[in-house]
T-cell receptor
């Protein structure tokens, strides 16, 4: 069974640009959640999607957005990039949702903003 | 305010001995706890979880203990192996999943030969 797949693995963007990251969950998983990992803040929850609807959202500005498609694949977008957005962005999937369930992570997308 | 705390940034243990990683939480709404292992440049790998209705869960070399009254959980690895050297994250969810998973800052476990 294939795991969570994230693309691209590495990317470099310039301040002010926007970026879109993609995530394919484990087959049969309907919940996709996104996390940001930075050295200073650790792993922080961005948002969760379930059946194409955003179910939960962490404490991030509106520049961070996402969506989920009917096949459960998800994308996250960051607009007007800032240097502080440089981080590892992790996607995770689970069968029914984050609460009370095991969630499985992808390898992550490394974003560097210059 | 950090709701999940791993107070030891690093831990060194001799190969073959027991590794004990600790985690404290402050939010009494948390009802499900997980441990993940992470190598540099890779995503976290799920190790073991425990529901708040239990106080112990075991899977092979890994055992997680939960003390709800103390809001404390620990991960025991017996025996420790060189491949166990990694960063270990404690995570919690609960309250209807309003905040996704809340992670601790991690403990870097180093297994000495």
């Amino acid at each position: 069974k294939a795991g969570v797949t994230q693309t691209p693995r590495y990317l470099i963007k310039t301040r002010g640009q926007q970026v879109t990251l993609s995530c394919s969950p484990i087959s049969g998983h309907r919940s996709v959640s996104w996390y940001q990992q930075t050295p200073g803040q650790g792993l922080q929850f961005l948002f969760e999607y379930f059946s194409e609807t955003q179910r939960n959202k962490g404490n991030f500005p509106g520049r961070f957005s996402g969506r989920q498609f009917s096949n459960s694949r998800s994308e996250m977008n960051v607009s007007t990039l800032e240097l502080g957005d440089s981080a590892l962005y992790l996607c995770a999937s689970s069968t029914r949702g984050v609460s009370g369930n095991t969630i499985y992570f992808g390898e992550g997308s490394w974003l560097t903003v210059v | 305010d950090q709701q999940v705390k791993q107070n030891s940034p690093s831990l060194s243990v001799q190969e073959g001995r027991i590794s004990i990683l600790n985690c404290d939480y402050t939010n009494s709404m948390f009802d499900y706890f997980l441990w993940y292992k992470k190598y540099p440049a890779e995503g976290p790998t799920f190790l073991i979880s425990i529901s708040s209705i239990k106080d112990k869960n075991e899977d092979g070399r890994f055992t997680v203990f939960l003390n709800k009254s103390a809001k404390h959980l620990s991960l025991h690895i017996v025996p420790s192996q060189p491949g166990d050297s990694a960063v270990y994250f404690c995570a919690a969810s609960g309250g209807g999943g309003a905040d996704g998973l809340t992670f601790g800052k991690g403990t870097h476990l180093i297994i000495q030969p």
